[in-house]
Structure formats: structure tokens, C-alpha cells
């Protein structure tokens, strides 16, 4: 059970990285974008191990 917590946090976690970015990108802080979308990566990176794991 922990695995799949483990799973859904890095799912989540890439995922209001991505919107958050995304905003961002839309107001013109392409800064901020794009560290958010780094941290999108370094999510589905990790949910990628998991599954690897799996």
C-alpha cells in the first residue's frame, strides 16, 4: 500500500507542477514556468523508477 501512495503523490505532484507552470507561462513568468515544469519532471522521473520497480 505504500508503494501505491507513493505512486499518486508523485502523480499529483507532476500535475499541479504542470498547471502551476502552465499559469505561469500564461501570465509571462517564464521563469517561474519553467521551474515548475522541471519539477513536473523530476516527478514523472520518479513515477517512472516506481513503476521500474514494479
Known amino acids: 500500500m505504500e508503494e501505491f501512495s507513493e505512486e499518486l503523490h508523485e ?10 507552470a502552465f499559469k505561469k507561462l500564461k501570465e509571462g513568468d517564464i521563469d517561474l514556468a519553467l521551474h515548475r515544469a522541471e519539477d513536473a519532471v523530476r516527478s514523472l522521473k ?4 516506481i513503476k521500474k520497480a514494479n
Open 46 to 49: 520518479a513515477l517512472q523508477e
Open 11 to 20: 502523480r499529483y505532484a507532476a500535475v499541479i507542477s504542470l498547471r502551476i
